[in-house]
């Protein structure tokens, strides 16, 4: 019997490390072609790709552990390539025309799936969220959403990945307030005139002060007052339903609303 159990043993591993090594072969291949696609629908795709593979991993619940498992060991790696994607868009702003013209240029469905990826994997991995913040990509985000962002689709994936860096993680949301983070998206909120990027402003100074901030969240709050005026700040704190989409977003919209017709003077 013995000798059973541990042929089974031997056989339970060699299927582990099978499984494992198959799993980090398809990542490896989707941040392949993500970092060295010609074109941007290219790299695009296999941002999407990697995407789902996480997403398909989390709906089959024996399949959990070992995904996160490999996200943690393919954080460096994959946090290389997104931020190389996000950069580039800064750096060749005066070349967009021409970039975008051709396709190779960095677009912002690229952004977004970059963002899109960066947002997952800092929900399930913690070890990626400390790592993330230590290559300054807090920093990252609150300039390019103060520098870069002007459409409300590319504003939410910056703003969720944002939120997911300070998950569960007491010294990002320190480093987050240590660099004014409520105040920067609060500017956002006053110098962007779309609509839909105010209301997802809102949506995040809401989720920031009323939930994820937590021990943090005085602070977060006087630093909303001192940028929006007591009254807005109220209201921008204000409880939200969040469970009930279609009451959820007619709340957010009257909320940018109210409590830009609030501010001081």
């Known amino acids: 019997m013995d000798v059973v159990r541990d042929l089974q043993e031997v056989i339970d591993r060699l299927s582990r490390e099978h499984q494992e090594g198959t799993l980090k072969q398809d990542f490896c291949d989707k941040l392949q ?30 399949a959990v552990a070992l995904l996160l498992v490999t996200l943690d060991q393919l954080a460096l790696e994959a946090l290389q390539v997104l931020q190389k994607i996000l950069q580039q868009t800064a750096v060749q702003r005066e070349a967009t025309i021409s970039s975008d013209a051709d396709g190779r240029g960095v677009t912002e469905d690229e952004q977004c799936a970059a963002l899109k990826v960066l947002e997952v994997m800092c929900l399930l991995s913690a070890g990626t969220r400390e790592l993330a913040v230590e290559r300054g990509t807090l920093e990252f985000l609150l300039g390019k959403l103060e520098a870069d962002v002007v459409d409300g689709t590319l504003a939410g994936a910056c703003l969720d990945a944002l939120l997911a860096l300070l998950a569960d993680s007491n010294a990002n949301q320190a480093k987050f307030l240590e660099l004014g983070g409520v105040g920067k998206v609060c500017s956002v909120l006053l110098h962007q005139h779309s609509p839909s990027c105010q209301i997802l402003c809102c949506k995040a100074i809401n989720l920031l002060v009323t939930h994820i901030l937590g021990p943090h969240a005085d602070a977060a709050a006087e630093e909303l007052e001192r940028q929006m005026g007591k009254p807005s700040a109220e209201l921008l704190a204000s409880p939200i339903h ?23 003077t």
């Open 33 to 62: 072609l993500a970092q060295q696609g010609s074109f941007s629908f290219l790299r695009t795709e296999g941002l999407q790709q990697f995407a789902q593979i996480i997403l398909k991993g989390l709906l089959q619940p024996e």
């Open 242 to 264: 969040w469970t009930q989409r279609g009451v959820m977003e007619m709340q957010l919209q009257h909320l940018a609303t109210s409590a830009l017709a609030k501010l001081p």
